[in-house]
RNA sequence: GGGAGUUUAGCUCAGCUGGUUCAGAGCAUCUGCCUUACAAGCAGAGGGUCACUGGUUCGAACCCAGUAACUCCCACCA
């Protein structure tokens, strides 16, 4: 036999991947079966291939491959996403390389450098994918920015604003300086940091003479001085105050009622205003009100009608409306800030304090609330029947701990900003004349046209700068991926939508899926998907979430190098609940590339068998055993599949192949060396190798398909793969012989602790007597017995038989005769730990059967297994007590 | 500050409506084997006060209350 002793995967990878490429095994279209639709999370464009998606792709594959071999009319749409924000910036970077600034540059000139872009780097991950072995319908990948799925884009914009569902208005939004543009909440982290708390004196105006004249020079409370002093963490924001707030109940400083205070260093008078909202007992009681830049400021300043003072440009450097530190940026102005303070004698000291800041998601700056003119589209009315098809069930999460989490959010959804302050996306189709009044219109043409109706007056029209949030189009993807949009009717669409199940990640649980389900509801009427399988975040082995940064993120290529595509497969799913992080730790992949040569090997053991027809079959009972035991696992995985236990399912793969089959089914038929094989026995096994193949290719898909194509299962024709064979069904399940096995199988491990705790080696062929006392028929059984713990002669007994080392299993009676190596004082004490320990057990049973509540309390089955127990263990007992009774003789 | 979740073997996790023999799996560990499918293997073994404290019950890893630690989400205390 020429057969390597261990699979070596890369050549059977790249072999059969083209082949299923070449058979269009992949490919689906709409026909008379039921489908099976998942569409992918389209990955960045511009991206690489990391961890996570490993893992949420190897889920979708092997929920598709399972699908397919099902019968099920499996579709899996492939995909990328424009992301805005991070492929913009990317560009921007590779510019400025070059010595370009994004500034110098038109819009079209900007674009045609980003399609550049996109075009010589976008889809390096879906050829990744493929080396994972991903099965997705390549011919239907599509790209958030298809002309198709733009133009959706703008038809839902525009259906929602006619709708009166997106407006524009000014808002505090989050502003990225770095980026440029305003993020959603959702993109905002927020962290805990070391600040400052400067504590700042504010002069108050007029109130000098009065204050002084009043109190003596020596006894001045702080309360009744000619100044006030606010507590913030943001002093380079006090030019753009435009009030002190205090709250009206604060017997402190009920002086400064109706009074005006004075901003340090710029000298401006501000109104000194009361509201309920400050707290008296935080900072000092006196808050600085600064609309402009902070959120609460805005809401007071609306509140009590006060002007806004914006002095922050987009980048975050002061302004001309700060009048002093012009151009200097937000940090170094703060210090700067400090020292002139300091300088005035208007510091009056500076806390260590810790306050959460907002991080941009994508840029990583600190986020400056910034008032600006932006796009929103309100969630209200699209929230709530989003929220009831999850509530009902109509759309599950698993694991359904997250239905609490996304109830949460939809009851307190917030408006979404939806306009970006960018030009990689969907640019807003509004249109705008010189005075500033717009239209919403899919063209020029049709935008002057409604001017025209609405009798505005313009000259020129310029459209909207901004383009939508990238999740405006994302939340279109399973209905744009088949042109639900441009046809509402077409026949994808209807064949494949809704579709069944979506696989991604909790964080964009609101992003995204939420959001689906809203456009799903809105513009078909139906759910999105069935159900959303979230995956888990993948940690390093110290919890860390993998990233770039840490450089704890293997590269994923080189894993699949390592370990084959088939190994890291297994390695991610080995220990992945849906909805837990996955600790990511390489020697489960290693487990996975062991377990691809443990089927390899049970390959070379069956191909290297001679089969002999003149030979009968001992092997019936092995056969119907193994047949039941397979039939009892699948019903096993079925199971774990109907619920999504993905890792319990490969578990139970991993250990019926590998004890069941090959532990314990191929050792008990396996022919002496050198010795050929009965015909039927060798039929069968083949025909057991294959229904392994077929239940291990969702998860293996290379190792199992290069297998199945071997001569050992006779002539397959071009079509006739394992990818598309057919799962196989659960069988008749014989309950009896199950166990009876179980049995035998005890005996074996019995006899063979025997050898090791005697130290004889598997070589020594030993004697085996049985005094039988159950129903069991031995005889049936004997050769296994033979074959597995290498026993010679076999008999049964009716009698003890004196002077060998015994065991119980069940309730019958074994005995090894071990004349040398026996020694009666050790057989003693075994006997009498055992007999120890059955009368501690008998006594807890008896408690029971005897606690009169127990026996009026308890189910009846329940009774009747005490009972059970009761009556085993006395009859191990009595067997134990005459062994030790002939021990003594 | 509010809400949710987690805590079971060295590690990662099961444990369904409380009830089979002092709690299960995989990996790791230990012991013995290079037995012609596989040392990426085989055979065997050890390992747990089910976070803690109370309670309910004939009976609790499971139900209830409290405590602690960790995780996540939400939130406008300068």
Request: aromatic residues 10%; negative net charge; contains cysteine.
């Amino acid at each position: 036999m020429n057969i390597a002793k261990t699979y070596q995967p890369t050549e059977a990878e790249e072999k059969w991947y083209q082949y299923w490429l070449d058979h269009k095994f992949f490919r689906s279209v709409p026909d008379e079966r039921e489908p099976y639709t998942i569409v992918i999370p389209p990955p960045n464009v511009t991206g690489v291939l990391h961890m996570g998606h490993m893992l949420n792709n190897t889920i979708q594959d092997v929920l598709v491959r399972r699908a397919r071999m099902k019968g099920k009319n499996a579709c899996w749409v492939p995909g990328t996403d424009h992301a805005s924000i991070a492929t913009e910036a990317k560009v921007v970077a590779m510019l400025k390389e070059k010595g370009i600034s994004k500034k110098d540059l038109t819009r079209e000139e900007f674009l045609k450098y980003a399609w550049e872009w996109k075009e010589k780097y976008g889809g390096i991950i879906l050829e990744q994918l493929k080396k994972l072995g991903a099965s997705c319908d390549w011919d239907r990948t599509r790209f958030t920015m298809d002309e198709d799925l733009s133009e959706a884009v703008i038809d839902t914009f525009i259906h929602l604003y006619k709708k009166g569902w997106i407006y524009r208005g000014v808002r505090m939004v989050n502003w990225d300086p770095q980026g440029k543009t305003a993020v959603s909440d959702e993109e905002v982290n927020r962290k805990e940091v070391n600040q400052k708390l400067y504590y700042i004196q504010y002069k108050i105006v007029n109130s000098e003479q009065s204050i002084v004249s009043e109190n003596s020079e020596t006894h001045h409370s702080p309360f009744t001085t000619h100044y006030l002093t606010i507590a913030t963490t943001r002093p380079e924001t006090i030019m753009a105050d435009t009030a002190i707030c205090i709250n009206p109940n604060d017997e402190r400083y009920k002086h400064l009622h109706g009074k005006k205070a004075i901003i340090p260093l710029i000298n401006r008078e501000i109104p000194i205003i009361l509201d309920e909202y400050v707290e008296m007992d935080f900072g000092t009681g006196c808050l600085k009100v600064t609309p402009a830049h902070d959120l609460n400021d805005y809401n007071l300043g609306i509140k009590h009608n006060l002007p806004v003072i914006d002095i922050l440009n987009d980048d975050g450097t002061l302004n001309e409306k700060a009048e002093i530190l012009v151009g200097v940026d937000r940090f170094a102005a703060r210090k700067k800030i400090a020292v002139l303070l300091e300088e005035a004698g208007q510091l009056e000291k500076v806390e260590d304090y810790k306050s959460q800041i907002g991080f941009s998601e994508r840029t990583d700056a600190v986020i400056e609330p910034k008032l600006s003119m932006q796009w929103f589209c309100k969630m209200e009315e699209m929230a709530k029947p989003a929220l009831d098809y999850v509530l009902k069930g109509d759309i599950k999460l698993i694991p359904d701990k997250f239905v609490n989490t996304y109830r949460h959010w939809m009851e307190n959804v917030h408006d979404w900003t939806i306009s970006r302050q960018l030009w990689w996306g969907q640019r807003i189709p509004a249109w705008y004349n010189e005075k500033g009044q717009w239209v919403v219109a899919k063209t020029k043409e049709e935008a002057e046209n409604e001017f025209r109706v609405s009798g505005l007056e313009f000259s020129v029209l310029t459209q909207e700068d901004d383009v939508v949030d990238t999740w405006f189009s994302s939340w279109l993807w399973p209905i744009s991926v088949f042109d639900g949009f441009k046809d509402p009717n077409n026949a994808d669409i209807n064949y494949y939508y809704p579709t069944n199940d979506l696989v991604t990640a909790p964080e964009i649980l609101f992003f995204w899926v939420a959001r689906m389900i809203m456009a799903g509801h809105e513009f078909r009427g139906e759910v999105p998907f069935r159900n959303v399988y979230l995956t888990g975040i993948v940690r390093d082995k110290l919890g860390r979430k993998m990233s770039k940064s840490l450089g704890n993120s293997p590269d994923p290529l080189g894993l699949i190098e390592q370990y084959g595509a088939d190994g890291v497969r297994v390695g991610m799913l080995l220990s992945s609940p849906a909805g837990n992080d996955l600790m990511f730790d390489e020697r489960h992949c290693r487990q996975g590339s062991e377990f691809a040569n443990k089927v390899w090997n049970a390959f070379r053991l069956i191909k290297g068998w001679e089969v002999n027809d003149q030979l009968e079959n001992t092997n019936k009972v092995t056969i119907d055993w193994f047949k039941s035991r397979f039939s009892q696992a699948l019903a096993e995985i079925e199971s774990n599949f109907a619920q999504f236990r993905l890792s319990d399912a490969l578990m139970a793969t991993y250990k019926l192949v590998w004890d069941d089959f090959c532990a314990w089914y191929l050792e008990m038929i396996k022919p002496a060396y050198e010795h050929p094989i009965d015909r039927e026995t060798y039929t069968q096994t083949i025909k057991f190798f294959e229904d392994v193949l077929k239940i291990l290719h969702p998860f293996m898909p290379f190792i199992t398909e290069e297998l199945w194509h071997d001569e050992l299962f006779g002539e397959r024709s071009e079509k006739d793969c394992c990818i598309v064979a057919q799962m196989p069904e659960i069988g008749q399940i014989n309950t009896q012989l199950l166990s009876e096995i179980e049995t035998i199988k005890q005996v074996v491990t019995a006899i063979r602790k025997t050898r090791d705790s005697k130290q004889i080696s598997q070589k020594e062929t030993l004697a085996l007597s049985v005094k039988v006392n159950s129903e069991i028929e031995y005889s049936d059984y004997q050769l296994i017995i033979s074959k597995l713990a290498n026993v010679g002669e076999f008999t049964l007994v009716n009698d003890k038989v004196a002077g060998a080392v015994s065991f119980i299993v069940s309730k019958d009676e074994f005995y090894i005769p071990l004349t040398e190596n026996i020694d009666p004082v050790a057989e003693k004490e075994r006997l009498l730990k055992e007999k120890e320990y059955l009368l501690g057990f008998l006594k807890s049973v008896n408690a029971k059967l005897s606690n009169e509540r127990f026996m009026n309390n308890a189910k009846p089955e329940i009774i009747e297994n005490e009972l059970k127990k009761k009556a085993d263990a006395e009859t191990k007992l009595k067997i134990i007590e005459e062994n030790l009774a002939s021990l003594a003789d």
